[in-house]
Structures are given as C-alpha cells and as structure tokens.
C-alpha cells in the first residue's frame, strides 16, 4: 500500500476566553496530516496561529494539499517546499515520526514516555482583570507550582506591578521563579523604564517586551536592561539560517523561546539552539496553543535535549475538546502516564 496523506480542519474551543496583549482567544483553529502506508498510519498536527503564524495566509490550505499531493517526494525536499509554512514542517516532521514508531504517539520514546520521568513546567496566568488574575496565581501555587508565567500588558501597568508585589509579599525569588510576558505591549520609548520597575520583584525574566522588528530599539533594551529578556515573537518568520544567527549577534538577548510550530518544528527548534548555544544565550521551549497532539510532539522532543530550565509545556488543559492523550500536569511537572489515547473526534 502506498504512502498516502490526507488532512483535516479542527477547532479547539477554550474553556474560557484566553486574553493576551494581542486580543481575547475563543477558538483556536488547527489542522491534523493523516499519513498511510502499508496499514500503519501517522499523524501529526500542523498548529497554525492566525495572527501571529507567519504561514496565516490565504493559500494555507492550499499548501497542505500541495502536500498530500506530493508526500512521495523526499522528506528534504518537503520541508524546503514548505520553509514558508513553519506549523506545515511541524506537522510534517511529526507525521513521518509517527509512521515510523511503534506506536503513532510515541515520536521520542525516553524515560519520560516509560512514564518514569517527567518535565518541569511553568504555571500560565492569562490576562484579565486583576481579581482574575489574582485568583489564577493563588491557584497555581496551591497546585505545587514554584514558577509562573504571567501575561501582562492589557491591564493597567500599576495593577500588574500590585500582582507582582502580592506574590512576592509572601514568596521570595528562591521559593517562586516569576516570568512575565509581555507580547510586545510596551512602548519602546517606555520600555526600559518599565523593565527597571519590573525588576523590583526579583524576576527570572520578561518575554518580549516591545514589538518585533524593531532590532535597534530591541538590541539597546537588551544592553542596558536590569531584567533578562528573551526573545519570541522576534523569531518568527526568519528563515534563512545566515539571518537567524545575525538577528542573535544583532539583538544580543539573555533568552530565546522556542515555539516548534511557529519556527519550522525539531528541525527549525534545532538550528536556533545551535545558535544560540554558539553565542552563550540561554533557551527554552514553549508550545503555542496545540492540541495534545502537538503538545505531545513538543514535549518528547523537549525532553532529550535536556535542558534543566522549566519550559513553557502546561497549554493542555485549555480547551473543552482537546484530544485525551496521556499528558498529565502534577506539582509543576508534565507526566506522561498510562492513559490511552482517544481521537475519535478525528473524522478524516
């Protein structure tokens, strides 16, 4: 039987609406690649994120069919086709991954797939008003947390500056690592005043302070700042190899965040590593809203490259028709168990 593919439209619902600087999330749209060859399938999940994917356009659809249409081409080949199309590489790369295993979710089997070894995660808190918020950090840390990841930028700077004294009004940097996240709110004229207040409350690091592609204004934040910041939406939708090492020489962060859907899956997380390793500039990796499909993927993968630092891995329980997969989150730690899969909903 020949190697055939085909794909799927998915929409996973949040639980509740998901804010960020960049708008209020309900839904979030995503595609499932069926492979078939000789009875065994292989699935993966090309994440795309409308709004910030660099592969958001028209002709998406399109391409996953040019894919289905050419999947007997060779897998370099594939991807080099696809290198305007990161969450398509992704989805690919996964696919293929699970052909070849034993069993079509285990892409990376590791003492974290036996079930013997899990990963160390931090808490999301979403935006929203400051009660909200408030609540969702008494909540992570009565669930055994000690590093969260606050989203901030959407309400007043003052009453974010009021959550950070709370936490820390009881928890000092050595009993809870506090990340924020920015998403590109502040004002670049603005920017480092306000990364001198943040830094008052001891913490780990700010994601992405101003908009992307402003490389001077970003690469002078990132000289004279009193408060590590990484880089995220910077890097998407830098391709070429040569460009991606001169963005890093250029900017000169403390951090990258690696989001496997958005840059070009393993292989395009592998070269930024590389890079950054090259340049002594700290990482880790984050999924972007998959379903347990691509959050699965991420999290084998993430896990053989041992890296020590908690990674941003807890997306799993937003929405309401996620895919029963065997990831589950326990004081602060991604777990892989015994629980089967079930992915009926899957109507290819």
Known sequence: ?????S????????????GTSRGVLRIKETFFLRLTENYKIGIGECAVFRGLSYDDNPDYE??????????????KELLEELKEYPSIQFGLEQALLSLKSESVFELFPSDFTAGGSGIKIN????????QFMLNQIKQKLKQGFDVIKLKIGAIDFQSELELLKFIRKDFSA?????RVDANGAFHPDEALEKLKRLSDFDLHSIEQPIKAGQIDKMAGLCEKTPLPIALDE??????????????????????????????????????????????????WITSALESNIGLNAISQFTYTLHNKMPQGLGTGSLFTNNLQ????????????????????????
Not at 1 to 5: G, H, P, S
Not at 62 to 70: E, P, Q, S, V, Y
Request: aromatic share 12%; charged share 25%; hydrophobic share 40%.
């Open 1 to 5: 039987m020949a190697l055939e593919a």
């Open 325 to 348: 997969a065997p990831l589950k989150v326990q004081n602060g730690h991604l777990y892989y168990t015994n629980q089967s899969w079930d992915i009926k909903n899957l109507k290819f």
């Open 174 to 178: 050595e009993d809870v690592e506090i």
């Open 234 to 283: 910077e890097l998407i939708g830098i391709i070429d190899n040569h460009k991606k090492e001169e963005l890093l020489e250029q900017i000169r962060p403390q951090y990258i965040i690696l989001k496997p859907g958005l840059i070009g899956g393993f292989q395009g997380s592998n070269t930024w590593i590389d890079l950054a390793k090259k340049q002594k500039i700290g990482w």
């Open 7 to 18: 794909f799927i439209r998915y929409n996973l619902i949040f639980k509740q609406p998901a």
């Open 123 to 130: 808490g999301l808190i979403w935006m929203g008003e400051k």
């Open 62 to 75: 399109k391409k996953l069919k040019w894919l289905c249409a050419h999947i007997h081409k060779d897998k």
